[in-house]
């Protein structure tokens, strides 16, 4: 096989980095059944470890552990997932809203973006990293794509910010892995170059597990899995916080 198109072990990704950051992942089960989202997130800081994933409806919200720890709420607290009519948005931080938003005025993912940039944490300046699933019927079916989206530092000094789009037609067992760093390190590195192409399973729990199992065990804070039945639009969810709401 051309290495091209060789799928990555998404287990293997993760054990050999310490620290990806914030990660997603979006592609299709091998069996075509079904949608899959992944989000995670890691933290060094005590600021940034302090946080909890909550399900509130069809949206997933991050919330501090421990309210009274809280430094600065102003990057770690945000929804990471919606649903917006029949598109899921999956992100980083709060240019969930701002796609959401655009989307409600009849606006693109693409428009969205364009308004926003890297995060303002010198000297690392963490891109912004987006998702979106769109479902849709197709001579009698119902198909869906997806769309992923980094917002990053043209430079060191974060004097300019390049924003790179990349839309996907599903492939049965593939996904599309995007995270904020490359490593760890001081400044943290960047993630570099296209979305990592990476191996999907049928079984959620199995699947989930590994990715919680295989994330640094000093560093993960929350992961959540969401599975749609692309025929039906039923949802399967999984959950793991590291830390407990006091």
């Known amino acids: 096989m ?10 293997k990704l993760l054990s050999e980095n310490t620290y990806p950051g914030r990660g997603i992942i979006l592609g299709m089960t091998p069996d075509c059944k079904k949608a899959v989202a992944v989000y ?16 509130t409806g069809d ?15 102003s990057l770690i607290i945000y929804k990471p997932v919606r649903k ?32 926003r940039c890297f995060e303002p944490d010198a000297p690392n300046y963490t891109p912004r990293i987006s998702g979106m699933l769109t479902f849709f019927e197709e001579e009698g079916s119902v198909c869906f794509k997806y769309k992923m ?3 990053k530092s043209a430079d060191s ?4 910010c390049n924003r790179f789009t990349y839309s996907y037609s599903p492939i049965g067992g593939t996904g599309h892995f995007l995270h904020t760093y490359k490593c760890d ?13 990476v191996k999907v399973e049928n079984d959620i ?15 993960k804070i929350s992961l959540y899995v969401r599975y749609v039945d692309i025929a039906t639009g039923e949802c399967e969810n999984r959950l793991f916080n590291k830390n407990v709401r006091k």
């Open 2 to 11: 051309n290495d091209t198109y060789a799928l990555n072990d998404i287990e």
């Open 40 to 55: 995670f997130i890691m933290g060094r800081s005590e600021n940034s470890r302090n946080r909890v994933f909550e399900e």
């Open 59 to 73: 949206d997933l919200i991050i919330y501090p552990a421990d309210e009274s720890k809280v430094e600065d709420p």
């Open 84 to 115: 917006f009519e029949n598109r899921l948005i999956v992100t980083n931080g709060d240019q969930t809203d701002t796609i959401y938003e655009f989307l409600e005025a009849g606006k693109s993912f693409g428009e969205a973006l364009s308004t």
């Open 149 to 151: 989206s980094i917002l």
């Open 157 to 160: 000094e974060g004097s300019a």
């Open 185 to 197: 390190g001081n400044p943290i590195p960047t993630f570099e170059g296209e979305p990592e192409r």
């Open 205 to 219: 729990d199995a699947y989930s597990k590994k990715i919680w199992d295989s994330l640094n065990p000093d560093n």
